[in-house]
């Protein structure tokens, strides 16, 4: 069985600002992570994804995650916030099978 | 590629009406997948289908809601009769078989049922 908890549904930074995004996962086979973002009446768009390759990696618009086994986390990091990073994220795992598993989400908010 | 397309994008229809929404898959992908977005109950997975197969539909709501996917390059989902708490955002989605393939998703058919 797999889930995966998004810690914090908003999280607000300003412009130039560190983003964090936090990510647990559990799983009971190797996990592929994804993160999506969906913009304002838009559909998800993939930011990245691990497949079991470089545990750190790079995604879209400057964004990048970290897989961490001992802690079972896929945190997505931005070193500088644009305005244009407002959206919200999604975290997902999957395993064995089609299906993703999403997190609840998270709004991230961007002040000048 | 157009990526995925559904059709239509807005629906207003009234209580007691059946209402259709339709997805066209990315060419090539075997994968399809029909998701509920609302404020309430965030990003919910309906049913999805493989190579034209329904796999796993244990998120149909009810009898009221069916799902069909009559070929690889179209997919149906029907609500018969419709009810206002179906008022939601439905998304569909499709990708390569397989764990470690991305979904594509499309722009989404936001229903109003009054």
């Known amino acids: 069985a797999q889930s995966v908890t998004q810690l914090g549904s908003h999280v607000s930074v300003s412009e130039g600002a560190l983003v964090l995004l936090r990510c647990n996962y559990s799983?009971?086979?190797?996990?592929?992570l994804f993160w999506y973002v969906q913009y304002p009446n838009q559909g998800l768009q993939l930011l990245l994804k691990?497949?079991?390759?470089?545990?750190l990696v790079k995604g879209i618009n400057g964004f990048e995650a970290e897989f961490k086994k001992s802690e079972t986390s896929f945190h997505l990091t931005k070193p500088s916030a644009h305005m244009s990073d407002a959206a919200e994220y999604f975290c997902?795992?999957?395993?064995?099978?089609?299906?993703?598993?999403f997190g609840t989400g998270t709004r991230l908010q961007v002040f000048p | 590629d157009a990526g995925v397309i559904q059709s239509p994008r807005h629906e207003v229809t009234e209580m007691g009406q059946e209402v259709t929404l339709r997805c066209k898959p990315i060419?090539?992908?075997?994968?399809l997948f029909w998701y509920r977005q609302t404020m309430m109950r965030g990003l919910e997975l309906l049913i999805y289908?493989?190579?034209?197969?329904?796999?796993?539909d244990s998120g149909m709501p009810e009898d009221r809601f069916s799902a069909k996917m009559p070929n690889a390059s179209f997919s149906t989902l029907k609500i018969q009769p419709s009810e206002p708490r179906d008022s939601a955002v439905y998304f569909c989605?499709?990708?390569?078989?397989?764990?470690?393939?991305?979904?594509?998703f499309g722009p989404g058919t936001r229903l109003t049922v009054t």
């Open positions: 289908f493989n190579n034209n197969v329904p796999i796993d």
């Open positions: 799983s009971s086979v190797p996990p592929y």
């Open positions: 997902a795992v999957s395993g064995n099978t089609d299906k993703l598993i």
């Open positions: 989605a499709s990708s390569s078989t397989g764990g470690a393939y991305e979904q594509y």
């Open positions: 060419s090539g992908h075997n994968s």
């Open positions: 691990y497949t079991s390759a470089a545990t």
